[in-house]
């Protein structure tokens, strides 16, 4: 089979642009060598792991599990599925922590709910400090060390149910828990199935997690700390009502790329 047949029998069952994807992580070859070499043939090992990659893309799985990474904020991360998919609208809490940061400061970082560890890292490489970081599955612990150790940032990575084995206090609280409501209908479509599904979704409103956050981020903000979390589409207004019943002040809402309010946040009193 030449690398044209090979599309050509993908693109039946794919999308062009994931069937050349697949066959250039297959191949280990550029794009242009596919438009250039068409009747070049695969050998049947090559052959046989595209046949199975497309199969797997056809029935659903996400193509970030299948190439094994994905793309944040410049850098390219270890993914599995032990942990979320790294997103785009997830940068917006990146920039939003570091718009609360003077340029030379070395603040204390503490960010909930590491997953592949794509926000922690971005944030320490970002800031030149290092970066305190939790979640509480082990494997997906052993994703982030892995992409902290590939791109050389400064991680201390704690296995703990949010709070519960961190001491100390932070100049700024960043996390990206789970926000979708239990049962909702989307976590039966897409990408969702295939994704842990303890990071995506706590509670019959999608707020459990928040609402945990929030209870006991007070004790670990240093006075003037920020609390920066990214929360579902429809949660602002009631990210609003939590973070001032918990005594935040200043509080803010970003919007993404999308216009959608995807983070909000607030500062401990001085």
């Not at 046989?48 to 991360?77: I, K, N, T």
């Not at 920039?95 to 560890?117: F, I, M, N, Q, W």
């Not at 976590?187 to 019959?204: H, K, N, V, Y």
């Not at 670990?220 to 001032?244: F, I, N, S, T, V």
Request: hydrophobic share 45%; net charge negative.
């Amino acid at each position: 089979m030449t690398m044209g047949e090979a599309l050509a029998e993908a693109r039946a069952r794919i999308g062009s642009a994931e069937a050349k994807l697949l066959l250039r992580h297959v191949l280990g070859c550029s794009a242009s060598e596919i438009a250039a070499h068409p009747e070049r043939a695969l050998d049947e090992s090559q052959a046989s792991h595209y046949a199975d990659m497309v199969a797997r893309r056809a029935a659903g799985e996400p193509v970030a599990y299948l190439l094994g990474s994905r793309e944040f904020y410049g850098r390219e991360f270890r993914v599995t599925p032990a942990v979320l998919i790294p997103r785009p609208e997830t940068e917006l809490l990146v920039e939003t922590a570091l718009s609360k940061v003077s340029r030379g400061d070395t603040p204390c970082v503490l960010d909930l709910g590491a997953g592949s560890g794509c926000v922690a890292i971005t944030l320490a490489l970002e800031l030149g400090c290092a970066v305190t970081a939790v979640d509480v599955s082990a494997e997906a612990l052993a994703v982030a060390r892995d992409n902290a150790a590939w791109l050389g940032a400064r991680v201390n990575f704690v296995e703990s149910d949010w709070f519960a084995a961190i001491d100390g206090e932070f100049d700024l609280i960043v996390g990206n828990p789970p926000y979708v409501a239990e049962g909702d209908p989307h976590l039966a479509e897409g990408d969702l199935r295939f994704e842990p599904m303890t990071a995506l979704a706590c509670g019959s409103d999608g707020l459990a997690a928040i609402r945990r956050i929030l209870a006991d981020a007070p004790r670990h903000l240093k006075p003037g700390g920020w609390l920066l979390l990214e929360h579902g589409y429809d949660q602002a207004e009631a990210m609003r009502e939590l973070l001032a019943g918990a005594g935040f002040v200043a509080l803010e809402r970003h919007r993404d790329l999308a216009g959608i309010m995807r983070v909000s946040g607030g500062r401990m009193p001085d």
